[in-house]
């Protein structure tokens, strides 16, 4: 597709020498570079190390179902962090953040309250709420991107936006406004 001699964009330019079209590579993937310049890789550790814990033992993980069970909590399990899929990372933050109390409440059960500390941890739990909100509005803005008749024109636009919520969601946090957080509202009433 975008080989310099042989590709279509070669071809095109050969074709077409001094043309005004813009080529864009995996556009889908610019919303990617965004998760680059966050640092999110402590967060982003400790909780693919929390859900590793519990995934990856058996004995563990059906222990950890059968707790969820019999609490009766809204969700089964903890999802798998997938590095290939980074968008993973939304859903898995967002299930372990809706998770937390009942994580903790677990591993005190089994006497292994070390597993858990961060989130029982501040300063960390408001970075993991930030992060969580904020993979979300990455998540809504991955899935309006996919998809069957998706033109360039649309996604485009859908980026164009997105890079003006994000000057919006600036602007928010430094009035300390955490309308689109909820995440982080919620974590900072709880304190």
């Given at each position: 597709?975008t080989?310099?001699?042989?590709?279509?964009?070669?071809?095109?330019?050969?074709?077409?020498?001094g043309?005004?079209?813009?080529?864009?590579?995996?556009?889908?993937?610019?919303?990617?570079l965004?998760?680059?310049?966050l640092?999110?890789?402590?967060?982003?550790?400790a909780?693919?190390?929390?859900?590793?814990?519990?995934?990856?033992?058996?004995?563990?993980?059906?222990q950890?179902?059968?707790?969820?069970?019999?609490?009766?909590?809204?969700?089964?399990d903890?999802?798998?962090?997938?590095?290939?899929?980074w968008?993973?990372?939304?859903c898995?933050?967002?299930r372990?953040?809706q998770?937390?109390?009942?994580?903790?409440s677990?591993?005190h059960?089994?006497?292994?309250?070390?597993?858990c500390?961060?989130?029982?941890?501040?300063?960390?739990?408001?970075?993991?709420?930030?992060?969580?909100?904020?993979?979300?509005?990455?998540?809504?803005?991955?899935?309006?991107?996919q998809?069957?008749?998706?033109?360039?024109?649309?996604?485009?636009?859908h980026?164009?936006?997105?890079?003006?919520k994000?000057n919006?969601?600036?602007?928010?946090?430094a009035?300390?406004d955490?309308f689109?957080?909820?995440?982080v509202?919620?974590?900072?009433?709880?304190?």
């Amino acid at each position: 597709m975008t080989g310099k001699k042989s590709g279509f964009l070669g071809l095109f330019n050969q074709n077409y020498p001094g043309n005004n079209v813009l080529f864009l590579h995996c556009v889908i993937h610019q919303d990617a570079l965004c998760k680059s310049v966050l640092n999110m890789k402590p967060v982003l550790d400790a909780v693919v190390k929390l859900v590793n814990t519990i995934r990856s033992r058996g004995l563990t993980h059906r222990q950890f179902r059968d707790f969820l069970q019999s609490v009766q909590s809204e969700y089964s399990d903890v999802l798998y962090y997938t590095k290939v899929r980074w968008f993973s990372a939304g859903c898995v933050f967002e299930r372990v953040w809706q998770l937390k109390d009942d994580i903790v409440s677990f591993f005190h059960e089994k006497q292994c309250s070390s597993e858990c500390e961060m989130l029982e941890d501040t300063e960390w739990l408001s970075d993991f709420a930030f992060f969580t909100d904020l993979l979300c509005h990455m998540s809504k803005l991955n899935a309006k991107m996919q998809g069957k008749n998706q033109f360039i024109d649309y996604i485009w636009a859908h980026l164009k936006a997105f890079k003006l919520k994000l000057n919006l969601f600036a602007g928010q946090l430094a009035k300390n406004d955490l309308f689109s957080f909820l995440e982080v509202k919620f974590n900072t009433l709880s304190k």
